[in-house]
């Protein structure tokens, strides 16, 4: 794919894009010292061990593996390809690439750009409607019943979309924007019978669905009269993912990080409510599961959630093993539960945010509530009950993927539950097998021979100090690369220098199209070990002393073999005087190598 963009155009796109600014998009992100840390996205940490490095214009997780350049980040973070990566940063930093002919994707960042701009135009459509068109007196209406005022629709852009089976599509004729775009993004559904389309949000109140950076990716509807489903969502399309979306997090996310905190709802009313009384922290699910993707997003701006669902005993208990995702992803959760008949919207209204707060402040923590989920949904005061009670909350605990913490829950349930914890520890050995591997991924650990590591050197030094490679070619030579693996990426390395006269890691991680080449490249780059080192030359030298010694060594091994074989076979006594000279000749090249002579 990368033939389509000429090389020095990616590296023109990349040495004018600011690496820390776009992935400030998405990762919360300090400086420490020449770099910059954060919380990795691409999975679950508490302690940060994502850098990005500016000077080289590089990221990499030392938790999980990931890294590379800016490319590499928004090819993970957006689900793009290369090409489309690219184009994406060149639009950022205004280079133009119209003029050349690219690989056609399902949806390039160009598409998806216009899919935006219709959503947002969607967006202000319902919204002036909401505010300026008697068509939306019965949204307004709706509105004033549940207290919502004109700042909160303003701020989180409330519409109306009419009693009409083709609004939109006809204001959006006008504007020459077709039904085929209209329907990637959600808005129409083609007639079942004969040609045509029709509107998918009619009579409802609009709730537009932001990501973080702003953007208009779907919508919520509110029915506001007998239709069925009450609430209505926008489809699955390439913009809306459900199990992605925070509701409220594109103006929530700074006062997130401010707090250290969230509160985490179910319904846009709620968070529209929770923002208008200042509690602007809180954000909301999409009437879906709570997802890693959720955690994990939110995670970038707050180390703690407080949940804050249905009041509902019935609906806790069905739903408190999906919530086990908390304690998977090693998150600080704890649990508030209003008076039974209360959401928080209503709750906010009738009794003010200073109750609504005492409850907040006062969440149970998440153990604790699983203990008491147990509890209600068991029989304890029968033996089988209670063991079922203590089974339950144990397999929560075995969840933990952190040992330490794992260790000192099952100490709780023992405490708890009131069992011996001997017992507990030896009835645990029936979990054993279904012990989590922890989520967080690891990093391929390679188990290198001492050649090999001497060839991962090599590969640093080379993009270090491209004066090296020449040298390396002509006294060592590719041949001598025993990892195939390190054997490739030099390949490129060479191609590119003898291109271009100069390479960098960055150069060769643009056109490594293996994803298990392209992460031994990112240890390589980074790796901690190399950073230190005074003397490139020095190394070097090193280097191809190891070689030159293992070749000797192996030609020894080699001539020995020759010697016993002719021993063998009898031949004559000139073959072996001739093989005898050749290997004391060897040994002494050896005792050289090796500094005894």
């Given at each position: 794919m990368v033939n389509f963009i000429p090389q020095e155009k990616i590296a023109e796109i990349q040495h004018a894009s600011d690496i820390i600014q776009i992935i400030s998009e998405y990762v919360n992100l300090k400086q420490s010292g020449r770099n910059f840390i954060g919380l990795c996205p691409f999975h679950s940490e508490k302690t940060p061990s994502f850098t990005v490095n500016p000077e080289k214009k590089l990221f990499k997780c030392f938790g999980c593996g990931e890294g590379g350049t800016v490319f590499n980040f928004v090819m993970k973070q957006e689900g793009m390809d290369f090409v489309e990566a690219v184009k994406s940063i060149a639009s950022r930093v205004h280079i133009d690439l119209s003029h050349l002919e690219t690989a056609k994707t399902s949806f390039s960042t160009a598409e998806k750009a216009s899919l935006l701009k219709i959503t947002n135009f969607a967006a202000n459509f319902y919204h002036k409607i909401l505010v300026n068109s008697e068509y939306g007196k019965i949204a307004r209406d709706y509105l004033k019943q549940r207290k919502i005022n004109d700042h909160s629709v303003q701020n989180f852009r409330l519409g109306y979309a009419p009693d009409s089976w083709d609004a939109l599509i006809k204001i959006c004729k006008e504007r020459n924007i077709s039904n085929d775009l209209l329907e990637k993004v959600g808005l129409i559904i083609p007639k079942k019978e004969g040609n045509g389309y029709y509107d998918r949000f009619r009579n409802r109140l609009m709730f537009p669905i932001l990501d973080a950076r702003r953007q208009v990716i779907g919508f919520g509807g509110r029915a506001l009269d007998d239709s069925t489903p009450k609430y209505l969502n926008s489809p699955e399309t390439v913009l809306f993912n459900k199990s992605n979306i925070l509701y409220g997090i594109d103006i929530a996310k700074n006062a997130i990080l401010k707090q250290h905190r969230s509160i985490l709802m179910e319904g846009y009313t709620d968070v529209i409510m929770a923002h208008q009384h200042g509690i602007d922290w809180s954000v909301a699910v999409m009437g879906t599961a709570i997802s890693k993707q959720h955690l994990r997003q939110l995670r970038q701006y707050c180390n703690q959630v407080i949940l804050l669902l249905d009041s509902d005993t019935a609906g806790w208990k069905s739903?408190?093993?999906?919530?086990?995702?908390?304690?998977?992803?090693?998150?600080?959760?704890?649990?508030?539960?209003?008076?039974?008949?209360?959401?928080?919207?209503?709750?906010?209204?009738?009794?003010?945010?200073?109750?609504?707060?005492?409850?907040?402040?006062?969440?149970?923590?998440?153990?604790?509530?699983?203990?008491?989920?147990?509890?209600?949904?068991?029989?304890?005061?029968?033996?089988?009950?209670?063991?079922?009670?203590?089974?339950?909350?144990?397999?929560?605990?075995?969840?933990?993927?952190?040992?330490?913490?794992?260790?000192?829950?099952?100490?709780?349930?023992?405490?708890?539950?009131?069992?011996?914890?001997?017992?507990?520890?030896?009835?645990?050995?029936?979990?054993?097998?279904?012990?989590?591997?922890?989520?967080?991924?690891?990093?391929?650990?390679?188990?290198?021979?001492?050649?090999?590591?001497?060839?991962?050197?090599?590969?640093?030094?080379?993009?270090?100090?491209?004066?090296?490679?020449?040298?390396?070619?002509?006294?060592?030579?590719?041949?001598?690369?025993?990892?195939?693996?390190?054997?490739?990426?030099?390949?490129?390395?060479?191609?590119?220098?003898?291109?271009?006269?100069?390479?960098?890691?960055?150069?060769?991680?643009?056109?490594?199209?293996?994803?298990?080449?392209?992460?031994?490249?990112?240890?390589?780059?980074?790796?901690?070990?190399?950073?230190?080192?005074?003397?490139?030359?020095?190394?070097?030298?090193?280097?191809?002393?190891?070689?030159?010694?293992?070749?000797?060594?192996?030609?020894?091994?080699?001539?020995?073999?020759?010697?016993?074989?002719?021993?063998?076979?009898?031949?004559?006594?000139?073959?072996?005087?001739?093989?005898?000279?050749?290997?004391?000749?060897?040994?002494?090249?050896?005792h050289v190598l090796k500094g005894k002579v």
């Open positions: 739903s408190d093993k999906s919530l086990d995702i908390f304690v998977e992803e090693e998150f600080d959760v704890k649990i508030a539960q209003l008076p039974k008949g209360h959401d928080p919207c209503d709750f906010l209204v009738a009794e003010g945010v200073n109750k609504f707060l005492e409850y907040v402040n006062n969440a149970m923590d998440f153990f604790s509530f699983k203990v008491e989920i147990a509890a209600s949904k068991w029989d304890m005061s029968t033996i089988n009950g209670r063991a079922s009670a203590i089974n339950d909350v144990l397999s929560t605990a075995m969840k933990m993927p952190d040992v330490i913490k794992r260790n000192l829950l099952i100490k709780r349930v023992a405490e708890e539950m009131s069992i011996d914890e001997a017992t507990l520890r030896t009835h645990l050995k029936k979990f054993n097998k279904q012990l989590p591997v922890s989520n967080r991924q690891q990093v391929v650990e390679h188990r290198l021979n001492a050649s090999a590591k001497v060839e991962r050197e090599l590969l640093y030094l080379m993009l270090s100090c491209n004066d090296f490679i020449p040298r390396v070619l002509k006294e060592i030579g590719l041949e001598e690369f025993s990892n195939e693996d390190f054997l490739k990426i030099t390949e490129e390395i060479i191609g590119l220098y003898s291109k271009n006269n100069v390479v960098k890691g960055e150069d060769v991680l643009h056109i490594l199209e293996d994803v298990q080449l392209n992460k031994i490249l990112m240890d390589i780059v980074t790796s901690e070990e190399f950073q230190n080192i005074a003397n490139y030359t020095e190394r070097l030298d090193a280097c191809i002393h190891f070689f030159k010694k293992r070749n000797s060594r192996r030609e020894i091994h080699q001539t020995k073999k020759k010697m016993l074989d002719v021993v063998k076979s009898g031949n004559n006594e000139e073959d072996i005087v001739v093989l005898l000279d050749a290997f004391h000749k060897k040994t002494l090249n050896s």
